[in-house]
């Protein structure tokens, strides 16, 4: 099986790259910005002939969720015509495609964790972009799965638990908010799901499905950021604040758990908690610094 992975230099495309070393049996072909816009259609045709392409992986997105209301453009142009050209793609040569969404897709009115099935209404563009992304993949007609998560973090790239880190290590005292309730995903755990589920799609089947990944459990940014600190055996005090208290451009949802139910009773995914999975992030070389692409 031959592997397309987009927006490879990214937290989960970095990982992916992690795991696909220790994985012999798919042939990964991975692209960043530099050698593949996923809106360039021509190019995306091109290089899936070129390469015999069976399955993309799009890790390729517009992440920065403040810069989005500002940019709307950029960002709906990558998040959410990019899967379209992807998935026009994958339609035309019957390949499968596997796209990457976000828990900011829901509005955090919910204080049960949402289902794939919940009614979505993002509070941004980010999430907007993220949504109408999500169906121009699910109108397309090519074989696709959505994966939502959430809270991604990892030892590549920028991320909330490098950024507490570095502040951490600078100041005594640190406020962060307790009124956003979610779950942390380590980058790693989602890169090894989608092996998983990889490892065991079956050729010729048209896969139709969203699921939901992150971590077990819950938590708070605030929660979140004592526990890096503590594991980081930083001093740095954390101050809980309300959301009021941060200034941002946009409003995030207050809870954005994911029930992950589907995706275990689907494909029998393995899903470790947030705390070890930041345990084991924190113990990755990259993890306070060092270089990474994704650090400049
Ligand atoms: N980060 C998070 O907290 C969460 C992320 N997600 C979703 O998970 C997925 C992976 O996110 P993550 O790894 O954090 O993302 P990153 O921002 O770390 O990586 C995205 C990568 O895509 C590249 N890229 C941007 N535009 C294009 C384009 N037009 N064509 C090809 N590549 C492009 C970026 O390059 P450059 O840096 O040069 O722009 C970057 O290397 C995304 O779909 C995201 O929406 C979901 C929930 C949480
Ligand atoms: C740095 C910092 C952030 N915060 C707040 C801001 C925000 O509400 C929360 C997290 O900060 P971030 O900038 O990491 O948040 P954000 O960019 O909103 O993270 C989101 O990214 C996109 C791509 C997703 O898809 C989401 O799942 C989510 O991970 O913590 C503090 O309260 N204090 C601080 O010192």
């Known amino acids: 099986m031959n592997i397309l992975v987009t927006g490879?230099?990214?937290?989960?495309?970095?990982?992916?790259?992690?795991?696909?070393?220790?994985?012999?049996g798919l042939r990964f072909f991975f692209c960043d910005l530099a050698e593949l816009d996923i809106t360039d259609r021509d190019a995306v045709v091109r290089m899936c002939e070129r390469d015999g392409i069976d399955?993309?992986?799009?890790?390729?997105?517009?992440?920065?969720?403040?810069r989005a209301e500002d940019d709307a453009d950029t960002a709906m142009r990558v998040n959410r015509d990019g899967p379209g050209v992807l998935a026009e793609c994958a339609r035309e040569r019957g390949a499968l495609l596997l796209q990457v969404s976000t828990d900011?897709?829901?509005?955090?009115?919910?204080?049960?964790?949402?289902?794939?099935?919940?009614?979505?209404?993002?509070?941004?563009?980010?999430?907007?972009?993220?949504?109408e992304g999500e169906e121009l993949v699910r109108r397309s007609g090519a074989s696709y799965m959505i994966f939502r998560?959430?809270?991604?973090?990892?030892?590549?790239?920028?991320?909330?638990?490098?950024?507490?880190?570095?502040?951490?290590?600078?100041?005594?005292?640190?406020r962060v908010v307790f009124d956003q309730v979610g779950t942390p995903c380590y980058a790693a755990d989602l890169a090894r799901a989608l092996m998983h589920v990889l490892e065991r799609v079956e050729p010729g089947v048209n896969y139709a499905a969203t699921y939901h990944f992150s971590n077990e459990g819950v938590c708070s940014w605030y929660d979140f950021a004592v526990m890096i600190m503590r594991l980081g055996g930083l001093g740095c005090r954390v101050v809980p604040?309300?959301?009021?208290?941060?200034?941002?451009?946009?409003?995030?949802?207050?809870?954005?758990?994911?029930n992950?139910?589907?995706?275990?009773?689907?494909?029998?995914?393995?899903?470790?908690?947030?705390?070890?999975?930041?345990?084991?992030?924190?113990?990755?070389?990259?993890?306070?610094?060092g270089a990474s692409r994704g650090d400049a």
């Open 8 to 24: 490879s230099k990214g937290q989960l495309g970095s990982e992916i790259r992690d795991a696909a070393m220790l994985d012999g």
């Open 55 to 66: 399955v993309i992986i799009n890790c390729a997105a517009y992440t920065a969720v403040d």
């Open 104 to 131: 900011y897709v829901f509005n955090g009115e919910s204080s049960v964790p949402y289902r794939e099935c919940d009614e979505v209404s993002p509070l941004g563009v980010y999430g907007q972009s993220k949504w």
């Open 149 to 174: 998560t959430s809270w991604l973090y990892s030892a590549h790239g920028n991320n909330f638990v490098k950024t507490m880190l570095r502040l951490g290590a600078e100041r005594d005292e640190l």
């Open 241 to 258: 604040i309300e959301s009021s208290e941060f200034p941002a451009k946009v409003t995030r949802p207050h809870f954005s758990v994911l």
């Open 260 to 289: 992950k139910g589907k995706i275990k009773a689907d494909w029998g995914v393995d899903v470790p908690h947030w705390m070890d999975g930041l345990e084991r992030m924190m113990r990755a070389p990259l993890a306070r610094g």
